[in-house]
């Protein structure tokens, strides 16, 4: 093994564990709060982070034995199971996340009528055709043999190499499978959130139209207050700037390398650098590790959960503890009271929060 090598097994092995880590904290949220349950985009969440884990736990381990052992890890039958997989399951992810943009765009633009639109029932037969779309490509190129173990990406997966003898047809194979599954998701992702995006800053600006309105009648308000508010404006418009480009950039980054070089390796007549090769599957991988915190851990709701059972596992109850203090708070203030009711009319009355 190289330096490269050494660093691309290092990369891998830390997407494992934060991607592990991550997707199960995922998942017990999922399963501990039934109000995430009840929220229809939970349902592509939850399909998501399995996508995810199940990637973690079959294909990431693979690549890591493949760049240390420098070759063909587990037979061939078993490669092709994990191909098939990685087909599956990466096409299964983009799908999703797709869906989840869509589900966005709905509740953003049509906040009213988002519960009729967007239901449970609706949430299965969108999750239905990723998974037939998914499993349709996956099974064509497994029954075709056209996955194996691939040595420019040290990975299981589909390789040109096996589909040499089916030349044209495993070209539009491949052009197709990535034209309905990346290029299809990456559409579907800026037209749905640069929508929602144009939806908030009108919002934005409606609400401060009528901030500056209010600000112009409060004639004798502080400089410094004012100033507070104009900085609230911009920074709700700089938040739903920086969470939209997170959702496309991450998208962006992680998969464009991969798919372009997919691509590349069809046509060029050149031989492309391993070192390359595993650097963009890596970046694929690390979409599995990033989506828990793009997705799920970042929202307030997922917080909660987290906090939660973060205190119930240390046997905390910020809860009580809470109560108690507001119980004392109550009590010295009454304490207070009575004590200033035997005291002159003209006294002050101490103020309790």
Not at 158 to 182: E, K, N, P, W
Not at 231 to 242: P, S, V
Not at 246 to 270: D, K
């Amino acid at each position: 093994m190289d330096a490269a090598d050494i660093l691309a097994s290092v990369l891998v092995l830390g997407i494992i564990i934060v991607s592990l880590l991550s997707n199960v904290v995922v998942l017990i949220c999922f399963l501990y709060d039934p109000e995430i349950r009840k929220q229809v985009p939970g349902l592509f969440i939850l399909n998501l982070t399995f996508c995810n884990l199940l990637l973690s736990v079959s294909n990431m381990p693979l690549t890591l034995i493949g760049l240390i052992t420098t070759g063909h890890p587990g037979g061939s039958d078993f490669c092709q199971i994990v191909g098939f997989l990685d087909t599956f399951l990466t096409t299964n992810s983009m799908l999703s996340m797709a869906a989840l943009s869509i589900d966005r765009w709905v509740a953003v633009v049509f906040p009213l009528s988002y519960h009729s639109r967007i239901r449970h029932r609706d949430a299965v037969l969108a999750l239905a055709y990723t998974w037939i779309h998914s499993l349709c490509f996956s099974t064509v190129a497994t029954c075709r043999s056209w996955v194996g173990y691939h040595h420019l990406y040290a990975s299981c997966t589909l390789c040109h190499v096996r589909a040499r003898a089916a030349g044209t047809q495993f070209i539009i194979f491949t052009v197709a499978l990535h034209s309905l599954t990346f290029l299809l998701t990456l559409i579907v992702l800026c037209v749905t959130y640069l929508k929602v995006l144009k939806v908030a800053r009108f919002h934005c600006k409606r609400i401060d139209v009528i901030t500056m309105q209010t600000l112009l009648l409060l004639v004798d308000i502080h400089p410094s207050v004012r100033q507070k508010c104009l900085d609230e404006q911009r920074q709700r418009r700089q938040r739903a700037i920086k969470k939209i480009s997170t959702f496309i950039g991450t998208f962006v980054v992680c998969f464009t390398p991969y798919v372009i070089t997919r691509i590349v390796e069809l046509f060029s007549p050149w031989p492309i650098s391993p070192h390359w090769g595993v650097l963009s599957k890596c970046l694929a991988y690390s979409k599995a590790a990033s989506d828990p915190f793009v997705y799920s851990l970042l929202r307030h709701q997922y917080r909660k959960t987290c906090n939660l059972l973060a205190n119930k596992v240390l046997k905390r109850s910020p809860l009580n503890s809470s109560s108690l203090r507001m119980e004392n708070t109550a009590a010295r203030c009454q304490n207070n009271s009575n004590t200033t009711n035997n005291i002159q009319p003209t006294a002050n009355k101490p103020v309790c929060p």
